[in-house]
C-alpha cells in the first residue's frame, strides 16, 4: 500500500506518538495509509475502534447488525441513552468522526455470514475482533485465511480475556483450536473494563502489525482480572487444521 | 494413584491407573506447547507420568495445578474461591461432563477412567 505523507495539522494532532523510537513519520504515514475493519462494534469493538481512530488509521469499517440498549451501556462507551433504539455502526461513525474527521469511517449494518464477509473484508489490511460468539467468529476466521488478511482474535467474560493475532499461513487460526461450534461462551457476564482492556491491546496490536512489528502472532495473552496476571503463551499451528493446514 | 497424561491439541488426557502403556500415538500435534511445561523430558516421550494422593477428581486437579504453579504456567482447575471448577475449564470423565456425576468434583476414579481437561477460551465481547 502507497504510504501517504502528513499535513502540518497532522503532525501536531499526533506529536506525542511521532516521537515514538521506531514510529516517526514514516510510521504514522503507514497508519494513514492502511485500512482496518472491525466486526463487532460492542464492548470491545468501541474501545479498539475509538484507539484506531485516534491513533490516525486512514480507513476503519465497522460493522454491527445490531441496535443500541440499555445494557449495552455499562461496556459500549460510544453509546448514550439518547442512543437507545439506533443502530450502533451509524452512532459509532458519528462519535469517531468528531473524534478524528481525517479518518474515514464505514458503517456496515449487517449481520456477519458465510455469504457477506467476503465483500465485508475485501481490500482490509487487517480484521479486528469484537464479535460476542464462537460461531461468528469461526466464519471470519476461515474467511481471513482465505484471502490472506490478519486477524486480530480479542474475547472475553466475567473479569478475564484473551487475545491473539492470526497471520495466514504462519500461525494457529481460530479453528486449529475450535475445529467446530464447540464451547458456548456467551452470557457469563462482562465487566466493562474488561472488553476495553482487551479491546485496546488489540488496537495496540493492529498498529503495531500496521508498523510491521506485532508481539502476539503465535502468541495467546490472557489477562484474568481476578488476580491481575497476565500471561503469555505460545501456541502451534495444528497440522491437521481443516481450515489453514494447506496454506 | 498414578496418572499418566498425554497433552491433546488444546486439552489435558488422563488415563488413571493404566493397565497397558500408554503413547501418545495417533493424537493431534499439540497446539498448546506450554501443557508440557512442568516436565521438559516429557516434549519427546509424549506422556507424563504422576503419583497423585487421593483417589477423587478433585484430588487430581489439584495435583496437577500445584505441579504447573511450579513452573508459573497458569492453570488452576479448582478456583481458590469457590473451591469448586473454574470457568476457564471443563472436565469431563469417560466423554461425562463432571457435573453429571453423582458427587462431581469429589468421584471417586476408577483403573482405567479417562479424564479430559478441557482449557476454554473466551468468546463474549
Avoid at chain 1, 462494534?41 to 485516534?54: E, F, P, Q, V
Avoid at chain 1, 469517531?96 to 489490511?125: C, H, M, Y
Amino acid at each position: 500500500m502507497e504510504e501517504k505523507g502528513l499535513d502540518r495539522a497532522e503532525l501536531i494532532r499526533y506529536k506525542r506518538q511521532l516521537t515514538i523510537p521506531g514510529f516517526g513519520e514514516e510510521g504514522q504515514g503507514k497508519l494513514k495509509s492502511s485500512y482496518v475493519v472491525i466486526v463487532g462494534i460492542g464492548g470491545l469493538g468501541c474501545a479498539s475502534a475509538t484507539y484506531l481512530t485516534a491513533a490516525g488509521v486512514g480507513c476503519i469499517s465497522i460493522v454491527d447488525f445490531d441496535t443500541v440498549e440499555l445494557s449495552d451501556l455499562n461496556r459500549q462507551i460510544l453509546y448514550r441513552e439518547g442512543d437507545i433504539g439506533k443502530k450502533k455502526v451509524v452512532v459509532a461513525q458519528r462519535r469517531l468522526s468528531k473524534l478524528n474527521p481525517a479518518v474515514e469511517i464505514t458503517p456496515v449494518f449487517a449481520r456477519i455470514t458465510e455469504e457477506n464477509i467476503s465483500s465485508i473484508i475485501d481490500g482490509a489490511q487487517i480484521v479486528v475482533d469484537g464479535l460476542d460468539n464462537l460461531s461468528s467468529r469461526l466464519v471470519v476466521n476461515s474467511a481471513c485465511v482465505r484471502h490472506n488478511i490478519p486477524y486480530i482474535y480479542g474475547g472475553v467474560s466475567r473479569l478475564r480475556g484473551m487475545i491473539t493475532t492470526i497471520i495466514p499461513g504462519k500461525t494457529p487460526c481460530l479453528a486449529c483450536i475450535y475445529p467446530e461450534e464447540t464451547q458456548w461462551g456467551g452470557g457469563l457476564g462482562v465487566l466493562g473494563v474488561v472488553p476495553a482492556l482487551i479491546a485496546n491491546l488489540q488496537a495496540l496490536e493492529a498498529i503495531k502489525l500496521i508498523i510491521g512489528s506485532p508481539s502476539l502472532a503465535g502468541k495467546l495473552l490472557s489477562f484474568n482480572g481476578d488476580d491481575m496476571k497476565f500471561q503469555v503463551y505460545e501456541i502451534r499451528r495444528n497440522e491437521s487444521c481443516h481450515i489453514c493446514s494447506s496454506r | 494413584m498414578k496418572a499418566v497424561i498425554m497433552p491433546g491439541f488444546s486439552e489435558l488426557i488422563i488415563i488413571i491407573n493404566p493397565t497397558g502403556e500408554v503413547t501418545r500415538e495417533g493424537l493431534l500435534s499439540i497446539i498448546m506447547p506450554w501443557l508440557y511445561a512442568p516436565w521438559p523430558e516429557a516434549q519427546q516421550k509424549g506422556i507424563i507420568e504422576v503419583e497423585v494422593k487421593g483417589d477423587t477428581l478433585r484430588a487430581l486437579l489439584i495435583k496437577l495445578q500445584e505441579l504447573y504453579k511450579q513452573v508459573n504456567v497458569d492453570f488452576e482447575p479448582i478456583n481458590p474461591m469457590t473451591n469448586d471448577l473454574d470457568f476457564d475449564y471443563d472436565v469431563f470423565v469417560n466423554g461425562k461432563n463432571y457435573v453429571t456425576l453423582p458427587h462431581g468434583l469429589d468421584a471417586k476414579l476408577r483403573d482405567s477412567d479417562e479424564v479430559k481437561v478441557k482449557m476454554l477460551w473466551r468468546w463474549d465481547g
